[in-house]
């Protein structure tokens, strides 16, 4: 069971450009949320989905993109990146997105440079 | 606005114990996490508490009081491996998770 996987696992990108990082959870959980880390900060919240077909902003939403076709993949967009997107990029995914517990799992991460 | 508090860095011995405190201020609390994560990996669970009192789990214990917004992660007989830093997140009314910035924990021999 490989839980939650992204890709790539590093990036340097161009300012401007367009970049998607990919999640896959094989869990079937029904929530999946993307965060960002930054030195000194907590895990911001970008987007998450409660389930699959819906969506919600998080706390830093500006200038990122989600989509939740189906219940294993959450694929996150940055439509033109910015040198502020330089980050470690999490997703995560929980059971149920609602009560209750419901852990958070966190997949490896994605380091993004935009220069 | 909403805050999670933490020390940003702890020092403490191999074999010892250490406690770690969070306090926050958020609007509504469904329950408190305590995360490990080591340096360039991902966050992994440690505790959950949603009602007053402690947990204990092995090694590791968590306590919260939710009347003081406080709440500690307590490791004993500290190892080398338990060097890495410990995030406290709490889940508010909109069952989300604020996240404290982490405190980095130093294991010395």
């Known amino acids: 069971i490989a839980g939650i996987t992204q890709a790539p696992t590093s990036q340097i990108l161009a300012a401007g450009r367009r970049m998607t990082l990919r999640c896959t959870q094989d869990m079937r959980h029904n929530a999946m949320y993307w965060y960002r880390q930054d030195l000194g900060l907590g895990l911001r919240l970008i987007h998450y989905?409660?389930?699959?077909?819906?969506?919600g902003k998080g706390e830093v939403p500006d200038g990122y993109s989600v989509s939740r076709a189906n219940t294993d993949d959450f694929p996150l967009t940055l439509a033109s990146a910015v040198p502020s997107q330089t980050s470690v990029y999490f997703c995560a995914s929980s059971d149920s997105g609602g009560g209750g517990q419901d852990t958070q799992y966190f997949g490896p991460g994605t380091r993004l440079t935009v220069l | 606005g909403q805050n999670i508090d933490q020390p940003t860095e702890m020092t403490a011995t191999e074999g010892a114990i250490v406690q770690i405190n969070c306090t926050y201020q958020?609007?509504?609390?469904?329950?408190l996490f305590w995360y490990q994560q080591h340096a360039g990996e991902a966050p992994t669970f440690l505790s959950y508490?949603?009602l007053d009192g402690l947990e204990e789990k092995g090694r590791f214990s968590s306590f919260l009081s939710r009347s003081k917004g406080y709440s500690y992660l307590l490791l004993k007989e500290l190892q080398m491996k338990d060097s890495a830093s410990y995030l406290c997140a709490v889940r508010d009314s909109n069952y989300q998770l604020i996240w404290g910035a982490g405190t980095k924990l130093i294991i010395k021999p």
């Open positions: 989905s409660n389930t699959a077909g819906t969506t």
């Open positions: 508490n949603v």
């Open positions: 958020t609007s509504g609390f469904n329950g």
